[in-house]
């Protein structure tokens, strides 16, 4: 059965955007979400790396929702050397960008909490997931 949920997305590490040891693996968003919203901060743009921008048209763009917000993981790798690496919302950011926005509100992740994510996201692919998120609106 297919559940309801916004977050169902993934962030692949490929190309540019891979990390050592986890080349090629693409990790539920789900597995960025903070247990606790007291890390939300509002973020400028130019300090995230943010793979290329789509084009702004399709599904994906038109129900792109900027009043909820990304996910960013602080101080992990990424091509730019950027402070935050995006982990969700690249079509939000480029609806906001096109309107002329410089900044939102973004969850924050640590280095540590990506790497679980990417962990859990290598057992979800090997079928040896231990833990199941479900998050509903």
């Given at each position: 059965?297919k559940?309801?949920?916004?977050?169902?997305?993934?962030?692949?590490?490929?190309?540019?955007?891979?990390?050592?040891?986890?080349?090629?693996?693409?990790?539920?968003?789900?597995?960025?979400?903070?247990?606790?919203?007291?890390?939300?901060?509002?973020?400028?743009?130019?300090?995230?790396?943010?793979?290329?921008?789509?084009?702004?048209?399709?599904?994906?763009?038109?129900?792109?929702?900027?009043?909820?917000?990304?996910?960013?993981?602080?101080?992990?790798?990424?091509?730019?050397?950027?402070?935050y690496?995006?982990?969700?919302?690249?079509?939000?950011?480029?609806?906001?960008?096109?309107?002329?926005?410089?900044?939102?509100?973004?969850?924050?992740?640590?280095?540590?909490?990506?790497?679980?994510?990417?962990?859990?996201?290598?057992?979800?692919?090997?079928?040896?997931?231990?833990?199941?998120k479900?998050?509903?609106?």
């Amino acid at each position: 059965m297919k559940e309801d949920n916004i977050l169902n997305g993934t962030h692949s590490l490929k190309g540019d955007w891979e990390i050592p040891g986890y080349e090629n693996l693409k990790v539920p968003v789900q597995n960025f979400i903070p247990p606790t919203f007291a890390r939300l901060r509002v973020i400028k743009f130019n300090e995230i790396c943010c793979k290329n921008f789509p084009e702004p048209r399709g599904k994906r763009y038109a129900l792109a929702d900027p009043r909820f917000p990304g996910i960013v993981a602080e101080g992990v790798s990424n091509p730019e050397g950027k402070r935050y690496r995006l982990c969700d919302g690249r079509h939000r950011v480029l609806k906001m960008k096109l309107n002329k926005i410089e900044e939102a509100v973004f969850f924050v992740i640590d280095a540590a909490e990506f790497k679980i994510a990417l962990d859990e996201g290598l057992r979800m692919e090997h079928g040896k997931s231990s833990v199941l998120k479900k998050v509903s609106g």
